[in-house]
C-alpha cells in the first residue's frame, strides 16, 4: 500500500500522468536507450567501467519511458517508472531495479573497484531487458493500450 501512496502523491504533483500516447516521443526513447546502450559499450571499450554500468541502467530507464509514453503514461520518476512496470503491465521488473541500484553505487560511492566483467554484465542485461519491452511494445494493440491506461489510472489515483 505504501508504492500506491508513492504513485498517487507523484499523480498528485503532475509528476505522474496519464497523457496522450505519443508514437514519436517512444521512438525518440527508443533512440536514447540505443544512444546510450552504445555509449555503454563504448565506454567498456575504454576502460571507464562505472560510467558504463550508469548507461546500461539509462538504456534501459529511456526504453521503459518509451513503454510508457507508447500507451500514455508520463512520469518523471525513476522509481515510480519502475513500479508502474510491475504494476501495470505485470512485468518483472527485477533487472531494471537491481541496475538502478548499480547505477547508484557505481556513480556516487567512492572507493571502490569496478571489474570489467561486471560492466559487462550490465550491458547484457541492458541488452536482455531492452529486447524484452521491445518485444512487448511491438507487441501492443490498441484494445491493450486502453486496457494499460485503464489500470494505470485505477492504480495511480
Not at 565506454?43 to 530507464?61: F, R
Amino acid at each position: 500500500m505504501k508504492k500506491m501512496s508513492f504513485l498517487n502523491k507523484l499523480y498528485k504533483k503532475k509528476k505522474l500522468q496519464i497523457i496522450e500516447p505519443s508514437e514519436n516521443v517512444k521512438t525518440a526513447y527508443l533512440q536514447r536507450s540505443d544512444e546510450s546502450l552504445t555509449s555503454a559499450k563504448t565506454l567498456l571499450e575504454i576502460g571507464n567501467l562505472k560510467d558504463s554500468v550508469a548507461l546500461s541502467y539509462y538504456s534501459m530507464y529511456h526504453c521503459l519511458l518509451a513503454l510508457l509514453f507508447r500507451v500514455g503514461i508520463k512520469c518523471e520518476n525513476h522509481t515510480a517508472a519502475i513500479i508502474l512496470l510491475r504494476k501495470v503491465f505485470e512485468i518483472d521488473n527485477m533487472k531494471i531495479s537491481k541496475s538502478k541500484e548499480e547505477r547508484v553505487d557505481k556513480q556516487y560511492s567512492v572507493g571502490f573497484r569496478i571489474e570489467r566483467e561486471e560492466a559487462q554484465d550490465s550491458i547484457n542485461t541492458a541488452e536482455e531487458f531492452i529486447t524484452g519491452i521491445i518485444e512487448f511494445i511491438d507487441k501492443l494493440n490498441e484494445e491493450d493500450i486502453q486496457g494499460y491506461r485503464k489500470r494505470a489510472r485505477e492504480i495511480i489515483q
